[in-house]
């Protein structure tokens, strides 16, 4: 009787275990099935996210393209020399080249020119870097500091055309400032006191005003008091060195940028009260 039930249990055996192993197949392969299609579908969908995601910042970031025409574009560079504070105005060279910029753009622009103003944190190399682009002018625009008063430009003394921007743009400020001026200075030899990296290193046409001394307090707040005025001098030197036509009229690049007489008077008084009180002593 033994022998006769144990092939039968023995039999019974094996088929449960088979019957327990096919299960364990089965829900295996259902979980791959699962798992095959949850990757797939995440993957997908994270592929169109970062697509969404970088198109426009790809777009918006790209770098201009090679072969783009600068000839006719004016760049003008407002320091960035925030920590350089005008004695008077609770403000700073930055912030004074920065207006004086946007509003010499201004007229630049009415004036049929394109016009590119540097970014605020932009460095010396990125700003003289656009020089590498043909551009139409490089206008660089700062005051100054230390013991002196008066307006000087800096010019590349190898480029002829440097100069004669330089001159252009130095002209009507020269004539609109209320002290006695300091003229053309030569940027572009290393190593000297008169070297300025953005004039040495651009191959654009180029030049560097620096308009008037913003740590003494008379001509300081005289450039707070005028800068639409000093606006209108650059627009108009670059605008004659360019011969285009200034918005608002032509203006030769050696004479005073008066508005109407009114406006001359006025700037001759103040000039002459600036005058008194620095033979005063201040």
């Avoid at 504070?85 to 007229?107: H, M, P, S, W, Y």
């Avoid at 460095?123 to 656009?130: G, W």
């Amino acid at each position: 009787m033994q022998s006769d039930r144990q092939p039968t249990s023995r039999k019974n055996t094996r088929r449960v275990r088979y019957d327990r192993l096919l299960a364990v197949l089965l829900i295996l392969i259902l979980l791959i099935v699962l798992l095959v299609k949850c990757c797939s579908s995440c993957s997908s969908n994270k592929k169109k996210k970062q697509g969404e995601a970088t198109t426009p910042t790809t777009a918006a970031t790209e770098p201009t393209t090679e072969g783009q025409d600068y000839s006719n574009v004016v760049y003008l560079s407002p320091s960035n020399q925030a920590d350089n504070e005008f004695t008077v105005g609770d403000t700073n060279e930055a912030a004074e080249c920065r207006l004086i910029a946007q509003k010499t753009a201004a007229i630049l622009e009415q004036s049929g020119l394109t016009v590119i103003i540097a970014g605020e944190t932009d460095s010396l190399e990125n700003k003289t870097a656009m020089g590498d682009n043909g551009l139409a002018a490089y206008v660089a625009i700062h005051t100054n500091a230390g013991t002196g008063v008066g307006t000087d430009c800096f010019y590349n003394s190898a480029s002829e055309a440097s100069k004669a921007l330089a001159q252009a743009v130095y002209d009507p400020v020269a004539a609109l400032t209320p002290t006695s001026d300091r003229g053309l200075m030569d940027g572009s030899q290393n190593g000297s006191d008169s070297y300025q990296y953005e004039i040495g290193a651009n191959k654009s046409p180029c030049c560097l005003i620096e308009v008037e001394f913003h740590d003494g307090p008379n001509v300081a707040q005289w450039i707070l008091d005028n800068e639409d005025n000093i606006a209108t001098a650059i627009a108009t030197g670059i605008c004659n060195y360019l011969q285009v036509t200034p918005a608002g009229g032509t203006v030769s690049g050696t004479s005073a940028v008066d508005g109407d007489a009114a406006a001359a008077e006025t700037t001759t008084v103040s000039q002459n009260a600036i005058q008194d009180q620095l033979s005063a002593g201040n």
